[in-house]
């Protein structure tokens, strides 16, 4: 049973990368999923997180309108765009599953019970 996050890396400030989030033993299909990320000497921090089938999305101030949450049910997967990074978005990124059917919170950490390992993004000035 585990979240698989992938698609970290290096990349320059205004540049791109897409995270995917994996599931095997566990299915996503039916619950809420997040992202959350964690820099060094930092608390975890929500990112973003979309609902079951799609339909509402949520964000952190941080992030509106350069990252983008989706998700492809059929493929047990989650995505997550990451456009216009910064150097203030260097961190660790993690994929998690929702604790609760109703997805609500979407935003607390307390309220993901599986997640991912994390996959290292960097983004240099």
């Known amino acids: 049973v585990q979240l698989q996050a992938s698609g970290g890396g290096l990349v320059q400030a205004g540049g791109s990368l897409r995270l995917s989030c994996a599931a095997s033993?566990?299915?996503?299909?039916?619950?809420?999923m997040g992202w959350f990320r964690q820099a060094p000497g930092k608390e975890r921090e929500f990112v973003a997180a979309i609902s079951r089938r799609g339909g509402s999305t949520s964000y952190a101030d941080s992030v509106k309108g350069r990252f983008t949450i989706s998700r492809d049910n059929a493929k047990n997967t989650g995505y997550l765009q990451m456009n216009s990074l910064k150097p203030e978005d260097t961190a660790v990124y993690y994929c998690a599953r929702h604790r609760y059917t109703t997805g609500q919170p979407m935003d607390e950490r307390a309220s993901y019970n599986y997640w991912g390992q994390g996959t290292q993004v960097t983004v240099s000035s």
């Open positions: 033993g566990l299915t996503l299909q039916t619950w809420t």
